[in-house]
């Protein structure tokens, strides 16, 4: 989509706003006090509109309702919105209200009490979506600004494998098949999203039948058939008979709290005698979550009906403890705000270096404020000089081709500097990289919630590439050192280092991040989303907000997918929320259970997310 010349985006910015939104005034009475199951439980608080409505008189991009938290406004109720995150808002709407876009901004007070029941109350937050989607039909998409709950994704699936195997290993009665190759049943519920905005997205779905609250132990089996062998030429996950009686099995539950379960591995276990089970699959029992038209598709999976993203710095604003002194009461920071060392009585009370941080509310409003504005100067083309494409990969295959299908001019282009790769691929040379400016990124590394793993620096060398002062203390015996250390971690000390610096440049970068388990919410199976240990150094967030992010697509789970023609959505003009939906229907195409990576990938779209502002779209395509 290319950006309209300066005068015709004035012009759009001077009529934009004569007529409102649709009124949707009644919806702030209807989910004042919002108890979705009546259990005496306030889910929703209260809805209040920002005065932030825009209207253009040509409105071509439907309806973008932007939630935001009331803790990061100057005014906690319904008020004059004059403060710098207001200020920053206000710009952005005109920004989308100019693309034709029409903006409605609310702030919402949910639940953020003890009880861990970040679905529910996600669920309420749905219902006032569907509502909004109902007085505004054009609704494209939603984006929530701060801190609110985010759904978690548990499935269970009977997943056909022959694999070597031992059963109860390194317990009484172990079974140890060898090197062979062995037919085996495995149904077991896993985590498959720890931050989902699928159920959110998609509004036709039934995730209000899935959503468990209390603690569940959920049962798994793992049944082996030395015996059996499929038959030739088909797929071990393909449709070939398993199931029957077995005396090589093991079984156990799994504890899930606060979550979505959906259910495509249902079985049936009798016990026909000692030592014997007799398992029995119900392969019917699937689907659980789709909408009737999703199960009419070759691959019937759930779909998002609109765009959903997050900008949230709660998990990476922090700032040093302030109540950590040392043995002469000295501070981590000294009189000009610097790092500095901390010397303690003992190596007992020295704390760990990821232990000296707490939240910063005046930092999460600047960062949020400096995104906004560099997604604003982004879309004003101060960017334009840096329209090329960088990848970085360690120990895995390169991007580059990926993002070349971005934009027809990069096909021929000499991005040897920019593709890093290789198994030598240090961090200081990935922080060399980042140096170097590029819209579209696309980072290939095995990864954690916390980061990205290349290969060790040395401490030196990587405090040079980063600016000089290591913004990060690492514990030896009784002191906290400012050090990175020698580190191959791409991760919240690294960015923030590079941040308080300004060690990047005056740029913003699209990213394409394939590391498994990089946008997952540290702590989610067992802590809310208000927890101070929730998604703590969140790796994906880091990036965004300290590395000059603009948007970024990730995985939150482990598993080897990268989202099929997402950069060549970009290509065709699509935002980035947009290409996260068509990842959805390319999926959903698919006739042969092989090319979404068998029955235990059949819905691998589910693990992937956008964070940033999904209404962006590549300039100069």
Not at 123 to 131: N, Q
Not at 396 to 415: C, F, I, N, V, Y
Not at 471 to 485: I, N
Request: hydrophobic share 40%; net charge negative; aromatic share 8%.
């Amino acid at each position: 989509m290319s950006a309209l010349p300066l005068l015709a985006l004035a012009l759009l910015q001077s009529c934009a706003f004569a007529a409102p939104v649709a009124q949707l005034d009644p919806l702030e009475v209807r989910f004042r006090g919002f108890d979705l199951d009546t259990d005496g439980i306030v889910e929703i608080r209260r809805v209040w509109s920002l005065g932030l409505d825009r209207d253009p008189a040509i409105a071509s991009g439907g309806t973008v309702l932007i939630i935001v938290s009331p803790a990061l406004l100057a005014s906690p109720g319904p008020g004059e919105a004059d403060g710098p995150l207001e200020q920053a808002l206000a710009t952005h709407a005109d920004d989308l209200a100019a693309e034709g876009r029409r903006v409605r901004v609310v702030a919402m007070d949910v639940y953020d009490g003890p009880a861990h029941q970040d679905g529910r109350t996600l669920l309420a937050m749905r219902r006032y979506v569907l509502a909004v989607s109902k007085a505004c039909p054009d609704l494209a998409g939603v984006t929530l600004i701060g801190s609110f709950p985010e759904a978690m994704l548990v499935r269970q699936y009977n997943w056909r494998q022959r694999q070597k195997t031992t059963l109860h290993a390194g317990e009484p009665g172990e079974q140890n098949f060898g090197d062979r190759e062995v037919c085996r049943l495995r149904s077991r519920a896993e985590l498959v999203a720890g931050r989902s905005d699928l159920p959110l997205a998609d509004l036709d779905g039934n995730w209000e039948a899935l959503y468990r609250k209390e603690p569940q132990e959920l049962p798994w089996v793992l049944a082996v058939y030395p015996e059996l062998e499929p038959p030739a030429g088909v797929e071990v996950e393909g449709d070939w008979p398993i199931g029957g009686p077995t005396a090589h099995y093991e079984t156990g539950t799994d504890r899930f709290e606060d979550f979505f379960f959906i259910q495509d591995g249902q079985y049936d276990l009798d016990r026909p005698g000692e030592g014997l089970v007799d398992l029995t699959l119900a392969a019917d029992v699937r689907d659980g979550e789709c909408a009737e038209a999703d199960l009419m598709l070759p691959n019937p999976l759930a779909r998002p009906d609109i765009s959903v993203s997050r900008i949230d710095t709660t998990h990476v604003a922090l700032r040093p403890r302030r109540a950590t002194v040392g043995r002469q009461g000295e501070g981590l920071l000294d009189e000009s705000g610097l790092p500095r060392e901390v010397v303690f009585a003992s190596a007992e009370v020295t704390p760990r270096g990821t232990d000296v941080w707490e939240p910063d509310p005046e930092l999460a409003v600047r960062l949020l404020c400096e995104y906004l504005d560099r997604v604003h100067r982004y879309r004003r083309g101060d960017f334009d000089r840096h329209l090329r494409p960088a990848s970085a990969a360690f120990e895995l295959d390169s991007l580059m081709p990926e993002l070349r299908q971005a934009k027809g001019a990069w096909a021929d282009t000499d991005a040897t500097e920019d593709d890093l790769q290789g198994e030598t691929a240090t961090l200081d040379q990935v922080v060399r990289w980042l140096q170097r400016p590029a819209v579209l990124r696309a980072l290939a590394a095995h990864s954690d919630p916390w980061g990205a793993n290349f290969a060790k620096a040395e401490s030196s060398v990587l405090a040079e590439a980063c600016g000089g002062r290591a913004w990060s203390w690492t514990r030896e015996d009784h002191r906290l050192v400012p050090t990175l250390g020698s580190t191959g971690k791409l991760d919240y000390p690294v960015l923030r280092t590079l941040w308080q610096n300004a060690a990047l440049p005056d740029t913003g970068s699209f990213y394409l991040h394939s590391g498994c388990e990089s946008m997952m919410p540290a702590g989610c199976p067992t802590k809310p989303y208000n927890d101070p240990a929730y998604a703590h150094w969140q790796g994906a967030e880091s990036l965004l907000f300290y590395g000059k992010g603009l948007a970024l697509v990730g995985r939150s789970k482990v598993f080897y997918d990268f989202p099929r023609e997402f950069a060549a959505k970009l290509g065709e003009g699509s935002s980035f929320g947009e290409a996260w939906c068509h990842y959805y229907e390319v999926e959903a195409a698919a006739t042969d259970v092989a090319e979404v990576g068998g029955g235990i990938g059949r819905k691998r779209a589910y693990f992937w997310g956008v964070i940033g502002d999904w209404t962006l779209t590549l300039r100069g395509v």
